[in-house]
Every structure is written in C-alpha cells, then in structure tokens.
C-alpha cells in the first residue's frame, strides 16, 4: 500500500525526476499522504503509522475494544469498530482525530463497505442485527433482524445486496438492500466466517469454521451448491480479483486450500506454516500472502507455479495483513509483539517494525492528496 512521501517539494525540482516522484505530488501545492492504521484492542486506541516515513504518526484514542478497521474510498475518513463499546468510530484522515461516534448493536466487529462506499453495514454479533449507517449523514438509518451471532457482512458487487455469515446458527442471510428484508436464510456449515462473493455477483463462498468446509451458495436461486471440504478450522478466504480462484486458510490443518470457483471444487492444497491465519492477493493475481500465526512468519506464494518462494519472520502471533497501494510492502500485525511488521515484497525481506499499541488487532491503508504544508 507505497513510495515514500517528503512533505516539502524541492523548489528547484522542474524536471520529472525520481526525487519528484517520490514526493508523490499530483498538481502544485498537494501531496500524497498514506498511513496505516491499526486498531488496538487493549488501548483502547488506533496507532497511525506513517508509510512513508514507517514510524508512528499519533495514537488516537476511540472507544472500547476496537477491531475491525476500514478505510473510505470515497472520503478522507477511516470507520473503527469498537466491539466493547457497540460503536463505530469515525476518524479524519487528514486531521488525525476522531470526530464522532456511531452507536450500533451489542458485539459488533468490522464494518463493510457498499460498493458506492457511502453506506457502512456492521454486523452486531449479541443484537443479532446489522446496523446500515448512512457514512456521509454518519447515523444509523436501519436496523435489520437476521440470524443468530451475525459475524460478517460481506456487500454483493451490484450493490443489490449483502450477505451475512450467522456464527450461532450455521446459516447465512441474503439481505435485499431495495426492501431491508431478509430475502432468504440459506443453511451452510456450523460457525460460519468469512464471506467472499465472486466479482459478477452470482455466488457466494463462507468459510465453516467447526466444520472444515467451505459452503458455496448460489446467490440467485439463493441456495446451497457445495460443501467444500479444505481443512481443519478455515479461518480466512482470500479471492484473485478475476474471482477464478479463492485461496483458505485452514488454521488447524497447516494449509492453504485452494477452491476453482468455476467448478466449485478443492483443486489443490498447499502446506504453510503453523496456524496459517489471514491472507490477501495481491492486486495483479499473481502473488499470495498468508500469516502463520504459530510460526510467527508471513509466506509469499507465486500463485501461477503455486511455488512458496518465502517464508519470513516478522514478530509474535502475525494476523493481519494489508499491502501498500503500490503493492511494495506487506503490513502484517503481530498481536503478541505489539508491533507492525513491513516486509518489503519484491525483496522479500523484513524492512522495519514498528511499536503500535497493545493486542493490535487489525490495519487498514489509507491513501490521499492533501495540501502541502505552508500552502492552505
């Protein structure tokens, strides 16, 4: 999620050199901003890392045990759900304070994003409810009913829809977004996670976690397909961008399952570290990153020949993951450590660490062009 930024232009600077690009400047007087931010559960706050400089740019303090993160593609703001509290917290980018909060349902977790990025949907895991949050009015304008322990929202690519993964009652809801109702509860395995949904919007994949499977539902007759047996205890999905092929995280079993969409079938599985963990793809599909949370080690795939190329320390209990917009670095949160790990992708090495608050818990990029300093 980048190239490093300097907050001064050089005056002398007329021709494109590599020092002007770095600036990361756009048009006269701006500059490109990017930051990570980091939820910590028991601080009670975000750290904001700077990722040009990869140290820490402020602490903000939010509400109680946040979690989830998200990052607006709309706005200059980043939303923090704060599971304790029942609340979401909105954060100014550019000012690097928290300007309001949205109170939601009980146990809430993370929020998603509608495509159109105005609307956030948090699923409110002991209300049994998702909260829909008008982002610009940033209020709460629905509360809708669905299954028992909601976990995760996932939005549908149209915009039409959003399905959500009811831990407590192995099921999912497929919520029409024209009406507010349920449209239909569809049956998948026992304590379902994570959603992805393929980029023309025809199925969804839930991850089971006490099942060992992934169920594969077909979003317009809103029923089951498969179960897809990856693993032991799938913790994360992550889908290439073209949606042929979805990659698991089985977190008992020591692998990374990998489903062809197209066939809804396992068609291969690769061994990682202990625990794999989270895991993200990278832009252009052709690079996998896992973390293994009990190898404390981070493993690169080259996803074409399936061939691990490395496996990298980065500190205690890795879990999250996110790349830089330029795809250069791999953010990785290590819970145990406290820290934020960068490893420089292409070099395949660990780059920096840096100290963040206590138990982090997840990290969100967040790219802009602001006005330089000494030109507002």
Not at 52 to 81: K, M, Q
Not at 140 to 149: A, L, M, N, Y
Not at 297 to 312: D, F, G, K, L
Request: charged share 15%; hydrophobic share 40%; proline share 6%.
């Amino acid at each position: 999620m980048m190239p490093p930024v300097k907050r001064w232009l050089l005056l002398g600077c007329i021709l494109w050199t590599s020092s002007c690009h770095q600036a990361g400047s756009v048009a006269a007087g701006r500059t490109l901003r990017q930051y990570g931010f980091v939820t910590n559960g028991k601080s009670n706050s975000v750290s904001v890392v700077n990722l040009a400089t990869f140290r820490l740019e402020r602490t903000i303090a939010v509400g109680e045990d946040p979690t989830g993160v998200t990052a607006s593609p709309l706005r200059n703001e980043v939303y923090v759900v704060n599971t304790g509290s029942g609340t979401v917290s909105v954060l100014n980018a550019e000012t690097l304070q928290a300007e309001t909060s949205i109170r939601v349902g009980r146990r809430p977790y993370s929020l998603e994003l509608s495509p159109d990025g105005k609307t956030g949907y948090v699923a409110n895991s002991e209300s049994d409810t998702v909260s829909v949050i008008d982002l610009i009015a940033r209020q709460v304008t629905r509360t809708v009913p669905v299954g028992r322990g909601p976990g995760t929202v996932k939005a549908a690519p149209d915009g039409k829809t959003i399905v959500i993964s009811n831990r407590n009652g192995a099921s999912i809801s497929i919520v029409d977004l024209s009406t507010m109702q349920t449209a239909a509860e569809v049956p998948v395995g026992s304590e379902p996670g994570p959603i992805a949904i393929l980029p023309d919007g025809t199925q969804a994949f839930v991850a089971n976690a006490a099942s060992g499977t992934v169920s594969a539902v077909d979003l317009r007759s809103h029923k089951l397909i498969a179960h897809l047996e990856t693993g032991k205890t799938p913790a994360a999905l992550a889908l290439k961008p073209d949606g042929g092929e979805l990659f698991v995280t089985n977190f008992d079993s020591h692998s990374v399952a990998i489903i062809n969409t197209y066939a809804d079938e396992v068609a291969e599985s690769l061994r990682a570290g202990l625990n794999p963990s989270q895991a993200v793809v990278d832009p252009s599909g052709t690079m996998l990153y896992f973390s293994n949370f009990s190898s404390n080690t981070i493993s690169i795939v080259e996803i074409n020949s399936r061939h691990v190329q490395a496996s990298i320390e980065v500190g205690t209990r890795p879990d999250a993951l996110a790349l830089s917009p330029d795809g250069r670095y791999l953010l990785v949160v290590n819970t145990a450590s406290n820290d934020l790990a960068v490893v420089d992708a292409p070099k395949q090495s660990l780059f920096t660490v840096v100290p963040v608050g206590q138990s982090p818990r997840a990290v969100a990029v967040k790219a802009f062009q602001a006005a330089a300093a000494g030109t507002r």
